[in-house]
T-cell receptor
């Protein structure tokens, strides 16, 4: 649905463990993004990738890491350094990056709970 | 960088009434303003967008207006229906090399039958 697949839908981890969230797209989009959503906070950009083998920090990158080894895949790792990891994580993509790029297409999200 | 403020945070209307959500932005070079609707437990979906060379855009019961001078844009929903109940997010994309969207904090719209 929508060409972006996030898995799993729900994820539970113990504090101190790293966890990787999967994001795969079959839209042939160059640019991909990770957003974090907290109640009343809107969507905040964690990392983005303009093209394969490239990625840049967003507004709240501390405690997160990403890779972009394939065009279709943009996994996000939530490390133990992230102080408040419990949140809803959304992956998105656009045809290209830049002021004239296409609208964001979102995946269905992963709800991460760390206890 | 760009900053987007969205008001109100919650909005309750009667079915059939109109709803208006307002956003302001800080970067005068911003050139693209989309609106997303997110139903409970689902992903955000684009419902309408406007570019800086246009003042108003309509799509059936939904319209967006843009005032570049005042740096604000608004979403108007007419003849609201219960299925319009959701969280709505505005966003702005900075101009120049700033290609990322900055989102407002969202408005929870409730349409009462």
């Amino acid at each position: 649905d929508g060409g972006i697949t996030q898995s799993p839908k729900y994820l539970f981890r113990k504090e101190g463990q790293n966890v990787t969230l999967s994001c795969e797209q079959n839209l042939n989009h160059d640019a991909m993004y990770w957003y974090r959503q907290d109640p009343g906070q809107g969507l905040r950009l964690i990392y983005y990738s303009q093209i394969v083998n490239d990625f840049q920090k967003g507004d709240i990158a501390e405690g997160y890491s990403v890779s972009r080894e394939k065009k279709e895949s943009f996994p996000l790792t939530v490390t133990s350094a992230q102080k408040n990891p419990t949140a809803f994580y959304l992956c998105a993509s656009t045809l290209s990056w830049g002021p004239d790029n296409s609208p964001l297409h979102f995946g269905n999200g992963t709800r991460l709970t760390v206890t | 960088g760009e900053n987007v403020e969205q008001h109100p945070s919650t909005l309750s209307v009667q079915e059939g009434d109109s709803a208006v959500i307002k956003c302001t932005y800080s970067d005068s070079a911003s050139n693209y303003f989309p609106w997303y609707k997110q139903e409970l437990g689902k992903r955000p979906q684009l419902i309408i967008d406007i570019r800086s060379n246009v003042g108003e855009k309509k799509d059936q019961r939904i319209a967006v207006t843009l005032n570049k001078t005042a740096k604000h844009f608004s979403l108007h929903i007419t003849e609201t229906q219960p299925e319009d109940s959701a969280v709505y997010f505005c966003a702005a994309r900075g101009g120049g090399s700033q290609g990322n969207l900055i989102f407002g904090k969202g408005t929870k719209l409730s349409v009462k039958p």
